[in-house]
């Protein structure tokens, strides 16, 4: 595929041992496959340019190029190439080799020592580049391949995660985006990226993202969830009187296969909706606030559902809840529901 990323050398002497295909790739994964070795090959081949990530500058760098698609160019696969080769060299001819391949007990990687041990003897001999050379074995095209499939399997990883909790976490983004300015009027998106690191450290971390290890793809991130955040942006619309907003709740239930019936203002017993489906019994309020809500709500939604003898209890509101909320409704098993999550209702209630 790339002619030019193998390493240009001279014909090796016939005293070259040709290792085996599988032996050379075992070699080179025990160097670079590990940690975020291997991402830094896939940044190397778009044109990064540092040899240590050890600069913000450089991270910041390195991080936007793990996120680009692969373009690789000529110049930076043979960069890449060479910082295998070289690489290789080091480790195979220094007094690290051991450590670095089986561990400080030397327990690890046991089952490759019938490839690694080979490996490391040639090279130590012979050099990288001549034992490469000898088995015809093209490093750029190998490397290519393993970044690739390591960055697609986390890509997918984390996409179908953000795919899987879109319900809970559209309402928690749209809401830090919302407090997107400082004091000072300026455009300000730490709260949003911050609640988005959250998520994706709350599932992913070194252990299982073999490619981006612990450098998150928030742009990436970003350009995928932000399609569906317009949707149920867009889907939105949410009165700002009290009782429009109780309709308006009614009717998203309602488009979810319930039978609903809103409450009278008065006699209501603190329930302004009951949703019926499938034999269950849901009572809800309603609370259209600007700020958090408290206690009362979820002791008024506890008690209606109990004089309805409903099912569940629940309460769907705007601007979030007070952690005493959180605290009361966890053990009185009221559920809380955020106005831009009510997509979710069914979901969320799990009534059967």
């Known amino acids: 595929m790339w002619p030019f990323s193998k390493a240009k050398v001279a014909e090796p002497p016939r005293s070259v041992t040709v290792l085996s295909r599988e032996t050379l790739e075992a070699g080179i994964l025990a160097g670079k496959g590990d940690g975020v070795h291997m991402a830094v090959l896939y940044a190397t081949m778009l044109g990064f340019g540092h040899e240590l990530l050890r600069e913000p500058a450089a991270i910041s760098e390195f991080i936007t190029f793990i996120q680009r698609p692969p373009d690789f160019t000529p110049d930076g696969i043979q960069r890449a190439v060479s910082r295998v080769i070289h690489d290789a060299d080091v480790m195979c001819r220094g007094q690290s080799f051991d450590v670095l391949t089986y561990g400080p007990q030397g327990n690890q990687n046991a089952h490759l020592r019938p490839l690694l041990d080979p490996y490391r003897r040639a090279i130590e001999k ?13 490093v750029g095209t190998f490397i290519q391949k393993v970044a690739l499939e390591r960055r697609e399997r986390d890509v997918r990883a984390i996409l179908g995660k953000l795919d899987e909790k879109r319900p809970y976490l559209a309402p928690l983004l749209m809401r830090a985006r919302a407090k997107g300015r400082n004091k000072y009027g300026d455009l300000d998106y730490t709260e949003f990226f911050s609640e988005l690191t959250n998520f994706l450290k709350t599932y992913f971390n070194e252990t299982n993202l073999p490619f981006f290890y612990t450098y998150l793809p928030l742009m990436l991130c970003l350009e995928h969830i932000e399609p569906w955040m317009v949707e149920t942006e867009d889907g939105l619309s949410m009165p700002v009187d009290g009782i429009d907003f109780e309709h308006w709740c009614a009717a998203r239930i309602e488009e979810q296969g319930w039978v609903v019936r809103v409450s009278k203002a008065s006699g209501d017993q603190g329930i302004d909706i009951e949703a019926m489906r499938g034999g269950k019994l849901v009572a809800i309020q309603c609370k259209r606030y600007t700020q958090p809500i408290g206690n ?36 009185t098993g009221v559920i809380l529901i955020d106005a831009e999550n009510i997509a979710a209702f069914t979901e969320l209630v799990s009534v059967g």
């Not at 012979?126 to 093209?138: L, R, S």
């Not at 939604?301 to 309460?315: F, L, N, P």
Request: proline residues 0%; without cysteine.
């Open 296 to 331: 009362k709500s979820v002791q008024e939604a506890y008690t209606g559902a109990t004089h309805y003898r409903a099912d569940r209890a629940v309460v769907i509101g705007t601007g979030g809840y007070t952690r005493a909320a959180i605290e009361l409704a966890e053990n």
């Open 126 to 138: 012979h050099g990288a580049a001549q034992v490469f050379a000898a088995a015809n074995f093209d």
